[in-house]
């Protein structure tokens, strides 16, 4: 059985801020989607050059160029006890996709973080991240120690590209239209957990960790 969570949430939610240190408590791999494509991007790669147009404008990357990034990274070793998804499926073609990656063996949970748009707008417009290790800082909630500098590598500090005002906003469209609709997909077929995440990163932790996933049965393998 492998132990598959989707942080499933807008831009700015804190999938990856979240994710990191759900990934170390839980020893499960995150694999970042969104870091995925900016490695490509950052490695002048086939799959980079393509994306590259559509990340800069905040719209989905084709999913061909996403199936095949996350294909590779699912059957690497460290998957084999499961993953943590994050910024997979963005819609109903990509959700149908996983459904292909996953059995019934598998126990998957789909944890919807909500926020509201104004506290997701000023987290990405004071994002920073480091240009070398991809660490998230935010200027004001999580700083750095020393300005511009990555506390874990050193590295430079920068703005993302799509952090930018009108590219923020046009993510935050994408994901109403096309991502959101997904939960009613997920419901019935997985577990879905509804998990508030306006706050500081403890209480979304405390409020994900006492929703103690992997003590309960999973209801959707009850029903086989
Ligand atoms: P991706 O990188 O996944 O971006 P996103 O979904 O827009 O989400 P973000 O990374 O912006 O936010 P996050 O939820 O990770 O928040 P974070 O932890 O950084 O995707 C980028 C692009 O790639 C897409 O637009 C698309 O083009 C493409 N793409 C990716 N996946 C794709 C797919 N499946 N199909 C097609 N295209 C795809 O936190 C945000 C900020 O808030 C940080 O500054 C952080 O320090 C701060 N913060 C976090 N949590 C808290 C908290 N609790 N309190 C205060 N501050 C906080
Ligand atoms: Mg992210």
Redesign the pocket.
Known sequence: MRRIVI?F????????????ILSERWKLPLI???????DNVKNSTSIGKT?EE??????????S??FEA?NDRVKQADASTGFLM??????LS?AEMFEKIVNEKDSVVLLN?I?QDS??I???S????CKNCGA???????PPKKQGVCDICGGELIQ?E??RPD??LR?LE??RNE?NPLINYYQGRHRVMAVS?????D??LKRIEELKLWEQKDPTKLKK
Do not use: C, W
């Open positions: 942080l949430g807008p831009p700015g939610i804190g999938k990856g801020t979240v994710g990191k970042s989607m969104g870091d995925l494509l900016r994306a559509f990340m800069k404008k905040g719209e989905l990357v084709p999913d160029i996403v996350l994050d910024g997979f499926p963005r819609n990509q973080l926020a506290i997701l000023e987290r990405l004071l994002r920073r991240i998230i800082y935010h200027l004001k909630n999580i993302r799509d952090d590219v923020i993510r994408v994901f991502t995440a306006g706050d500081n990163p209480n979304i």
